[in-house]
């Protein structure tokens, strides 16, 4: 499971963890938890999720030929979050610069589960959205190509993205605050690690109804 932190949280798995965390404790599973190493930083901030995005897909390559068997699970928060999504459809465009190639679509085939939260390049017609802001509170700060959110699109049952909407940076048209994007974790934690444990361990087996009386025959 790798984590990728926020804009200016220390190096390591960041406030994202903690789903990680929740899956680790829950799962039956053997799990390894990786914090992506990347700058995380707000001057720069468009070389840095470029650097992230680069590192993600490197370490992603190497875990699937040490480890072919292995499920590769993905997360992100804020910046972490474009950092995931750009290593996916590619990153630049806009403001973010020059066009970045993302993963092939053999590697990507590889990936288990993403969730995301509080991604600045959230798009209204994400169609794996699960969070509060609706078409009309708009993109984020940093919107997507119409290519790389075709991308995204397409892999839409095993992405989980929330965004919400008085987040000035997820959707800014909800004429939020860095507040509601402060508040994403806590928000969607929970809808969020029962999603991605079930992408891990697969839907509870539901066990056949037994009625209250049986019938005997003689």
């Not at 901030?45 to 390559?61: H, P, R, V």
């Not at 290593?87 to 993403?114: F, K, N």
């Amino acid at each position: 499971m790798i984590s990728c932190r926020a804009t200016l949280e220390v190096q390591g798995e960041g406030q994202i963890g903690q789903i990680a965390e929740y899956v680790q404790l829950a799962t039956s599973q053997t799990v390894e938890r990786v914090a992506l190493e990347y700058p995380a930083i707000l001057e720069g901030y468009a070389e840095s999720a470029a650097t992230g995005a680069e590192a993600l897909k490197q370490l992603i390559s190497k875990q699937a030929k040490e480890c072919p068997n292995q499920k590769i699970v993905l997360m992100g928060y804020s910046q972490g979050a474009q950092v995931v999504g750009d290593a996916i459809s590619g990153g630049g465009y806009g403001q973010m610069g020059e066009l970045i190639p993302g993963m092939s679509a053999e590697l990507i085939d590889r990936i288990t589960a993403v969730v995301l939260m509080g991604d600045p390049r959230h798009m209204a017609c994400e169609e794996y959205h699960h969070g509060t802001a609706r078409k009309e509170d708009g993109d984020g700060v940093f919107p997507r190509s119409p290519e790389q959110m075709a991308i995204l699109n397409s892999y839409k049952n095993k992405i989980s993205s929330y965004c919400n909407r008085k987040d000035a940076l997820c959707a800014v048209g909800g004429r939020g605050n860095l507040g509601g994007h402060y508040d994403t974790i806590s928000m969607f934690v929970t809808p969020a690690r029962e999603w991605l444990l079930e992408m891990v361990d697969g839907p509870e087996e539901e066990l056949p109804e037994v009625p209250d009386e049986l019938e005997v025959t003689q």
